[in-house]
């Protein structure tokens, strides 16, 4: 479903940015790896990016910035 809610998202582990993003979803979000995604609307803006999905579980994925 377009759009996805994200219930978080961090980037590197949290406490280190790095360019991996984590993305933790609300819901099952069906999306596979070398999925093109779009992410707007968050704070801090540097999370707002367009790229592609590295890796995925049910309910989150992982982006590189």
Avoid at 25 to 53: C, M, Q, W
Wanted: zero cysteines; glycine letters at 6%; a neutral charge.
């Amino acid at each position: 479903a377009d759009p996805i809610a994200i219930k978080t998202i961090k980037s590197g582990d949290g406490v280190t940015p790095s360019s991996l993003i984590t993305v933790e979803t609300n819901e099952p979000h069906d999306l596979t790896v070398g999925t093109p995604i779009k992410i707007r609307g968050v704070t801090p803006a540097d999370y707002n990016v367009s790229t592609f999905v590295t890796s995925v579980t049910l309910r989150s994925m992982l982006l590189t910035r």
